[in-house]
């Protein structure tokens, strides 16, 4: 049985008879009623019941014609679904972000703002950090992600294999304990921290990460005394929070700072980093083409998060 068949079937059922159905499907009617006929012996059922006054439904085909109408309306359904997933106007559309910069009203903004102009995508957001992430894009286990954090920001790795998409800059600050002397009297020179004690970031678990606060370091003359380590960066905040010692982070931390912190400029934190959203090249999810062209066309120069500590 083919979908033709349920479409000759109710155009007699439509029409009332054999003769206005082929006329109306320009068709000619023997070739129809042998079509009705062949579907009759296929589903071994009367159909019609015919009289001179023309045709009837037979209680089998009553039923037929109640399923051949949901059939072909699920199938014009389908091809629909199908033709919008095609041009990405329906679909799925699977992103990562790296911890805590979720919160960046660029990235909000951006979010937002495709949901509103593509509301049938779905979109899922994952935590994770960018080493990370970059193993899952490449694996196929998501489209994208907006990444920090990588150092050097413009390798070759990325510019072979990913496109990426540079969303917004950040700076870094100090994160010291609101009641603490530092926070009182900021230190002239970075170097002056050396004695005191820094919460930082596991090297293993966030290399990137590792290396440019290393850099941004020795830029300034401070060897940091690293004297607790946490893998998040709230759990960072919590310590200094708690008086266990300093930190420098992104000025994205502005937006999730608990209220015993509080996050300083200094004129020797002079690096940026950028925060980028990253793809596979060659993904050809339909859906993450129309974000990549609304985040293209939606974005503004690139600065640092607009927020003071």
């Not at 003769?19 to 589903?43: T, V, W």
């Amino acid at each position: 049985m083919e979908l033709r068949h349920l479409r000759y079937f109710l155009g007699v059922v439509d029409h009332g008879s054999v003769a206005e159905a082929a006329r109306r499907l320009h068709i000619a009617q023997p070739a129809l009623s042998r079509q009705i006929k062949d579907l009759e012996e296929e589903l071994n059922v009367v159909l019609f019941e015919r009289s001179v006054r023309g045709t009837t439904l037979t209680a089998a085909g009553q039923q037929l014609a109640v399923d051949a109408r949901r059939i072909l309306a699920d199938m014009l359904g389908t091809r629909q679904r199908v033709a919008r997933v095609a041009e990405g106007l329906e679909g799925n559309l699977r992103m990562g972000i790296t911890p805590n910069f979720g919160w960046h009203p660029r990235i909000l903004g951006s979010l937002r703002s495709f949901h509103q102009a593509e509301p049938q995508i779905a979109m899922s957001l994952e935590p994770g950090l960018s080493t990370r992430q970059l193993e899952r894009i490449r694996e196929g286990e998501l489209d994208a992600g907006f990444l920090a954090w990588r150092y050097p920001p413009n390798d070759q790795f990325l510019a072979r294999e990913f496109g990426e998409i540079q969303v917004f800059e950040c700076r870094l600050k100090l994160a010291l304990p609101r009641d603490s002397r530092l926070a009182c009297e900021v230190p002239v020179h970075l170097s002056a921290l050396r004695d005191e004690p820094a919460i930082w970031f596991p090297a293993e678990v966030a290399p990137g990460y590792d290396q440019f606060l290393d850099y941004q370091c020795q830029t300034a003359n401070l060897v940091p005394r690293k004297a607790q380590l946490a893998s998040d960066v709230l759990s960072i905040l919590g310590l200094v929070a708690a008086g266990i010692g300093y930190a420098i982070v992104s000025d994205v931390s502005a937006y999730t700072c608990p209220e015993g912190v509080v996050l300083v400029d200094h004129p020797e934190l002079t690096l940026r980093h950028p925060v980028s959203f990253v793809y596979r090249a060659d993904n050809g999810n339909p859906t993450l083409k129309r974000y990549i062209a609304h985040l293209e066309g939606t974005q503004p120069a690139a600065h640092g998060a607009e927020v003071t500590g």
